[in-house]
């Protein structure tokens, strides 16, 4: 059964056959499909490492920046996750006491601190979304170079199409 449906007068159909409809219509269940099981491996994710999407994304950043060397503080943080300030100390804070982060002086700026992922939760990231991204990786990689340039064509005009547009664009 289909969660989209085809037989509104906001799809432009134009010369599509039953074929071609019937196609389209299995390119939607696939991205449902995918949606619904990236979602659930993301919930388990974090369950596994009792994290909020914050958390996560406060993590995630802060491991890519360690990979490269880069010296991590608060006000990055809140930039990355768009918090505020206050709600920057909050999660800092309480992923510390959690064992998920470590602070540090920073070594040239003695007016704020560095922050930086402890070991072990960096191996639980890599144990849990570093094989997702893997697994993901050697799905594109096993497509022929023409069919990742489909896939990358589709996902540019998805973001397009995906593109807050009329009452709800929002003005900079």
């Known amino acids: 059964m289909h969660s989209f449906s085809d037989d509104t007068d906001l799809v432009d159909l134009g010369e599509l056959t039953e074929d071609d409809r019937a196609q389209c219509m299995r390119v939607m269940d696939g991205m449902r499909n995918w949606q619904a099981a990236a979602r659930a491996l993301s919930a388990a994710s974090k369950r596994y490492m009792k994290l909020n999407e ?9 491991i890519r ?21 206050a709600s920057t100390t909050k999660l800092v804070d309480r992923l510390i006491e959690s064992g998920h982060l470590i602070r540090k002086p920073h070594p040239t700026d003695r007016r704020t601190t560095s922050i930086e992922v402890t070991e072990h939760t960096r191996r639980s990231a890599e144990d849990s979304i570093g094989r997702q991204h893997a697994r993901r990786f050697s799905a594109a990689a096993s497509m022929s170079p023409q069919e990742r340039n489909v896939v990358i064509r589709f996902f540019d005009a998805l973001t397009e199409a995906d593109a807050p547009q009329g009452p709800l664009a929002m003005e900079d």
Do not use: C, F, L, Y
């Open 65 to 85: 920046a360690q990979r490269k060397n880069q010296i991590v503080t608060p006000k990055e943080i809140a930039h990355e996750v768009g918090i505020s300030s």
């Open 54 to 62: 914050s958390d996560m994304r406060a993590i995630r950043m802060m």
